[in-house]
């Protein structure tokens, strides 16, 4: 499976953007995808992740409330709606694929990663 993120950019804090995580290469509907983000100098954070039927999914306490996981499955797409964006959101942002339909929060728990979509929120 082969990801690709997009929809980053540079936001005004209290701005929304959607990234979008796509795949190809074969149908992903049965991988559980998560989202994480790396800010310079910091180690990945966890964001949010997405079993492989959409019926469940974790957020890290940072973007509860703040950011929404879902995905299409006819779309091989999985899409992290972000509102309220803060200075603290600022991050490379990476969606990943787990080889399960359960979706795990430790990035050791992923396969396949995308190359990341850089979100800057200025205050």
């Known amino acids: 499976v082969q990801l690709q993120a997009s929809g980053g950019g540079l936001v005004q804090a209290g701005d929304s953007l959607r990234l979008s995580c796509a795949a190809s290469?074969?149908?992903?509907?049965?991988?559980?995808v998560g989202w994480f983000r790396q800010a310079p100098g910091k180690e990945r954070e966890f964001v949010v992740s997405?079993?492989?039927?959409?019926?469940?999914?974790y957020y890290g306490d940072s973007v509860k409330g703040r950011f929404t996981i879902s995905r299409d499955n006819a779309k091989n797409t999985v899409y992290l709606q972000m509102n309220s964006l803060k200075p603290e959101d600022t991050a490379v942002y990476y969606c990943?694929?787990?080889?399960?339909?359960?979706?795990?929060?430790?990035?050791?728990?992923?396969?396949?990663w995308g190359q990341g979509t850089q979100v800057t929120v200025s205050s």
């Open positions: 997405i079993s492989s039927s959409g019926g469940s999914t």
């Open positions: 990943a694929a787990a080889t399960t339909g359960r979706a795990p929060i430790d990035p050791r728990g992923y396969t396949y």
């Open positions: 290469g074969r149908t992903f509907s049965s991988n559980a």
